[in-house]
């Protein structure tokens, strides 16, 4: 009778398990959930709207679309987010006072003593240089915010699983062109958690392109290949940064059109009626449990 009786009482334990875990959301929860995901966008919309970002950046938010961009790869307070390369900070604006108080924005750039020396080291060092005077100059903005220099020969970011979201804004041709994508991938894929985020967006070319090509653009077939070798999952490809009017042929590549002008003075009315390139906007996951 006792083992009976045991038997009987684990079995509406279970039970009783059982429903609790397959119970819907409640209201309550639902509506939190809702309200949390307002803030977050209210937020990133609130620093997009900042007005210490430049206006020059801000005159291309119509090209680059910083809210839906940002929102299609889940970027939100009290998140670490690393963007590789950021240049002139143009998502630095925007990400860094997002993140100020609430989460963690690394730029990371290439440390100049780890390339020649010469044309390449003092480009190196020039750009790390502008990013830091920019964030030096606006405390209010970028006094919470991180530069990590390092090595694009052998690219560490970070502590291993230590970033929820590394994005990459128009960078992989370059790494491609010098064969340091692979090695760029995996040190994505090692700084993010299990479940982390990368987001790419990238010049996107017709079709595959020649690992010589100097356009600028590349296959987005291409970039895949090479997240999914260093272990992520393609989760999702957005339209959010297509431009139809790009036709990829142009006589200085991505460079002939906005916002570089690499083009005559007398054909400067075609190439900024087409505006920026057509860029493919993909999301990446890192795989809970799989590995490289």
């Known amino acids: 009778?006792?083992?009976?009786?045991?038997?009987?009482?684990?079995?509406?334990?279970?039970?009783?398990?059982?429903s609790a875990v397959s119970a819907p959301p409640t209201?309550?929860?639902?509506?939190?959930?809702?309200?949390?995901?307002?803030?977050?966008?209210?937020?990133?919309?609130?620093?997009?709207?900042?007005?210490?970002?430049?206006?020059?950046?801000?005159?291309?938010?119509?090209?680059?679309h910083p809210a839906e961009t940002l929102a299609f790869f889940g970027v939100k307070p009290?998140?670490?987010?690393?963007?590789?390369?950021?240049?002139g900070g143009w998502y630095a604006e925007i990400l860094a006072p997002l993140l100020r108080d609430n989460g963690r924005y690394v730029a990371a750039v290439v440390d100049p003593m780890a390339v020649k020396e010469g044309g390449s080291r003092d480009y190196q060092q020039k750009s790390k240089s502008g990013l830091?005077?920019?964030?030096?100059?606006?405390?209010a903005q970028f006094d919470q915010a991180d530069v990590v220099a390092y090595d694009p020969k052998a690219p560490v970011f970070g502590a291993p699983e230590s970033a929820d979201v590394v994005l990459t804004f128009r960078n992989v041709h370059n790494w491609r062109s010098s064969?340091?994508?692979?090695?760029?991938?995996?040190?994505?894929f090692a700084v993010l958690k299990p479940g982390g985020t990368l987001g790419v967006v990238e010049h996107?070319?017709?079709?595959?392109?020649?690992?010589?090509?100097?356009?600028?653009?590349?296959?987005?077939?291409?970039?895949?290949?090479?997240?999914?070798?260093?272990?992520?999952?393609?989760?999702?490809?957005?339209?959010?940064n297509a431009n139809p009017k790009d036709t990829k042929d142009h006589?200085?590549?991505?460079?002939?059109?906005?916002?570089?002008?690499d083009h005559e003075a007398a054909d400067d009315a075609k190439y900024q009626a087409i505006g920026e390139?057509?860029?493919?906007?993909?999301?990446?996951?890192?795989p809970a449990q799989a590995s490289p």
Do not use: H
Request: aromatic share 6%; glycine share 10%; charged share 20%.
């Open 277 to 286: 390139s057509d860029r493919m906007t993909l999301r990446f996951v890192k």
């Open 204 to 240: 996107r070319a017709s079709a595959d392109v020649a690992d010589g090509d100097k356009s600028g653009y590349v296959g987005q077939q291409q970039v895949i290949a090479m997240a999914e070798a260093a272990g992520f999952r393609l989760d999702a490809q957005g339209e959010i």
């Open 132 to 139: 830091e005077a920019k964030f030096a100059a606006a405390p």
């Open 179 to 188: 064969g340091q994508a692979a090695g760029m991938f995996r040190g994505f």
């Open 78 to 87: 009290g998140q670490t987010v690393i963007e590789i390369t950021p240049g």
């Open 27 to 64: 209201a309550d929860a639902a509506a939190g959930d809702a309200a949390q995901s307002q803030a977050s966008t209210d937020a990133l919309q609130q620093a997009i709207d900042g007005t210490w970002r430049d206006p020059a950046n801000v005159a291309r938010d119509r090209y680059r």
């Open 251 to 261: 006589p200085n590549g991505v460079w002939t059109l906005p916002p570089s002008n």
């Open 1 to 18: 009778m006792r083992t009976v009786l045991v038997a009987c009482a684990l079995t509406v334990a279970l039970a009783a398990s059982t």
